[in-house]
């Protein structure tokens, strides 16, 4: 599970990670029933929902490229119309976690795109949970660079918006730094001119940036120490980086916070003992999140 808290007012869980290889084929094993996770309930999402928080579905994460190499090929199309059902029934969002770095299937993926907004299509005041569709980008704009060009391109403008937002990703380890982590997020803003083709810039309102709220056997200020966090010492650029090039209002979406409960078998948890209410629960309070969350800012 990852959970998302921006300073953009809201909060939103995402439930991590759908395989999409067996969701296009619905498939029913001992982990998976019908091609979703048998942890990822109506009554899990309820909970949430219950106490004004939304929820979205991850389908891919870095174990699974394989796997959606191997769905785009077969059927993309079914594959979109598959997630699109599923974010119906449970009434949640779908995030788009297809990490291919070498040779993505473009071509694919938009066809999965189209297929899901065939059935949900955009909605800029965020009233159907089901049609929020975000994809996922690089911490920086140095690698899935052809996901990150299509993606900003065609599917992240602010006057023909496809996708909600994308989420610039965690790098390999927490930046040592606000700079560090803000010089991440500024290369989205920026774009990459120079590249050949080159990766346009992405109106700031049209993404967030992450951080970890735990990291192997630490778990991080983000959970614990808000004074002490990237939360606190970058919320300034987070709420106030200009446009460069696209959109036209300052600030970025927000934060997504990652590997929330525990990231791994052998990782730390922020189960109890270690909750986040000094961490993400200080920072709500710090920013003023209400819940629910309002509509998404659109330039």
Known sequence: ???????ARFFIVLLSFVNPLKLLNKTTDAQTSNG????????????????????????????FVDDWDQALAANPAQLGLNAAALAKSLGVGTEIDYEENSSPNLAGLQAFVDAYRSQ?????????PAARLTIDLAAGDRWL?????????????????????????????????????EANWQEHVDGKPRYSPPVPPLAPAK???SLFIAEGSR?????????????????GYVQTVAPNGAGTTPGMLGYM???????????????????????????GRAYGIPVPMPALRQS
């Open 1 to 7: 599970m990852t959970c998302f808290a921006p300073s």
């Open 36 to 63: 979703v996770p048998v942890g990822m309930t109506q009554n899990v999402v309820s909970y949430f929902t219950s106490h004004g928080i939304r929820v979205m579905l991850s389908i891919g994460g870095i174990t």
């Open 120 to 128: 949900l299509p955009y909605d800029a005041a965020g009233a159907n």
């Open 145 to 181: 660079i052809d996901i990150a060009r299509k993606a900003t391109a065609d599917w992240l403008t602010t006057a023909n918006p496809v996708l909600d937002y994308a989420n610039a990703m965690v790098p390999a380890k927490q930046p040592t730094s606000a700079t560090d982590a």
């Open 207 to 209: 993404f967030t940036g």
């Open 219 to 235: 778990v991080r200020p983000e959970c614990t120490d808000f004074a002490a966090s990237l939360e606190s010492s970058t919320g």
């Open 257 to 283: 916070f990652w590997a929330a409960e525990r990231p791994s078998s052998r990782g730390v948890t922020t189960t109890p003992p270690n909750t986040c209410e000094g961490g993400v629960g200080a920072g």
